[in-house]
């Protein structure tokens, strides 16, 4: 899907979602503490997306689904760096 604003005011699809599963991979010595070199955060991410919309190819499908994931605000923030505040209250 483009960004020109013809393509975002002009389609309507309506896709059933029957089934969504996000997996991710990451180093438990990172995770531990146990290699300071080693990210604590996932180091891949994947989407995985079973859909299906009648009367609709697949080339469409694949274009709504990565637009979708694309627009997501949990995607969106693991693909970039994101401020992250602590804040501690004493119970």
């Not at 693991?78 to 602590?86: G, H, Q, S």
């Amino acid at each position: 899907m483009t960004n020109s604003s013809d393509d975002r005011k002009s389609r309507v699809v309506i896709v059933r979602v029957s089934d969504v599963t996000v997996d991710s991979e990451s180093d438990d010595r990172g995770i531990l503490g146990l290699d300071p070199a080693i990210d604590a955060g996932a180091l891949s991410m994947r989407v995985v997306l079973a859909i299906r919309a009648p009367g609709r190819a697949a080339d469409e499908l694949d274009e709504v689904a990565r637009w979708a994931v694309l627009h997501c605000p949990v995607t969106d923030s693991v693909r970039r760096a994101v401020p992250t505040e602590i804040e501690l209250r004493m119970a």
